[in-house]
């Protein structure tokens, strides 16, 4: 059958590439994104979709139950991607109610909208509300633990992370309490093209051409575990197809690097692919900054459910996705020059001076 989405936050990273490979995979399917545009989403993202009879794009806050409740009527959704939130750590720190606002608010916004239509529609069993959600609500690890599974407990340690956290804690309330056919997926950090240049990877590699220094909080050993995000959206392919309502599914890379060490992968990368660098060698340019505060220092995904249940596994290596990514951004500087603008410069001195 022919899927009609409703794919939020569509616009920003992780959401328009789901968008794209959907597009892609299934070119018969309808594909509605909402997007507020905040700083973050890009409608340049899309741009190869505009014109399409099966794409529609709407500009709209999640938090507004009209604009949902319209959408979810006349396009007569049956399925929600829910990748709009507020996202950043760093911002987090400086200003959390936004993060309460989109990740909490909003979410409960859409599953109430979706759970009213999905009972007026006599609740079809291939209805699906997938939420996708962040390793960072298990907290941090020791170097030795295991890494997490479905069944960590949660210990989120920054805003963003307690109200992803909170949203998770909603999405299984609706499917426990009112049966709404609701699936939570958990993922590790992601990295690929259109990321905005505020985190870790586009940061370095953007200041690495622009010959601006590259900041590395604390002594640059936390650890991450590294999804290339084309990997992440085949992974969600499989969730929305055959995943279980009711179930959550962790989502990694089996790519655990330290952040000093990945920094120095992207210089030699730098070094290698770009032609007129202002500073060579890249890794010159690496300066250890004051650590931010409540800086977990580990997260691990243990994806052994996505691979027993579901017969997913990650295909790209850490190299190879990062030679992509860098190469990515080495292409595509009409992209990302445009939002390095006052106001996130402004916001970049806030952080590393």
């Known amino acids: 059958m022919n899927h009609r989405l409703l794919v939020t936050g569509g616009a920003g990273f992780i959401g328009s590439n789901f968008v794209h490979h959907w597009c ?135 805003p963003y992370s307690a109200s992803k956290a909170g949203s998770d804690h909603l999405v299984r309330s609706y499917y426990h309490t009112y049966r709404l056919p609701a699936i939570i997926t958990n993922c590790s950090n992601n990295y690929g093209p259109y990321q905005f240049p505020e985190k870790l990877i586009p940061l370095m590699c953007i200041n690495a051409l622009i010959g601006k220094q590259l900041p590395v909080y604390g002594d640059g050993k936390n650890v991450r575990d590294w999804l290339y995000v084309g990997d992440h959206c085949t992974a969600l392919d499989r969730v929305i197809h055959f995943g279980i309502p009711g179930e959550t599914y962790n989502i990694g890379g089996n790519n655990e690097v330290e952040n000093i060490t990945l920094v120095q992968m992207l210089c030699l990368l730098m070094d290698e692919l770009a032609p007129s660098l202002l500073v060579r060698p890249t890794s010159d340019l690496i300066t250890f900054v004051k650590d931010r505060p409540g800086h977990d220092r580990r997260y691990a995904i243990n994806a052994t459910k996505m691979k027993t249940h579901l017969g997913w596994s990650p295909s790209v290596t850490i190299q190879e996705g990062l030679r992509l990514t860098v190469e990515w951004y080495l292409h595509h500087r009409d992209w990302w020059e445009p939002l390095l603008s006052d106001e996130y410069q402004a916001y970049y001195q806030k952080i590393y001076s």
């Open 24 to 158: 892609r995979t299934y070119p018969n399917d309808q594909v509605v994104v909402l997007d507020a545009l905040t700083y973050a989403g890009n409608r340049c993202n899309l741009a190869a979709l505009e014109g399409r009879e099966n794409f529609r794009f709407v500009q709209g806050n999640i938090c507004d139950r009209a604009v949902i409740d319209q959408i979810l009527q006349t396009e007569n959704i049956d399925t929600i991607a829910h990748f709009a939130a507020e996202s950043h750590v760093d911002r987090s720190i400086l200003g959390p109610s936004a993060f309460v606002q989109t990740n909490v608010v909003g979410t409960f916004t859409l599953l109430e909208a979706f759970r009213q239509h999905w009972e007026v529609t006599l609740k079809p069993d291939y209805y699906r509300f997938l939420h996708v959600s962040t390793d960072e609500v298990y907290g941090s690890l020791g170097p030795n633990d295991p890494p997490f599974t479905e069944t960590t407990s949660y210990a989120p340690n920054s």
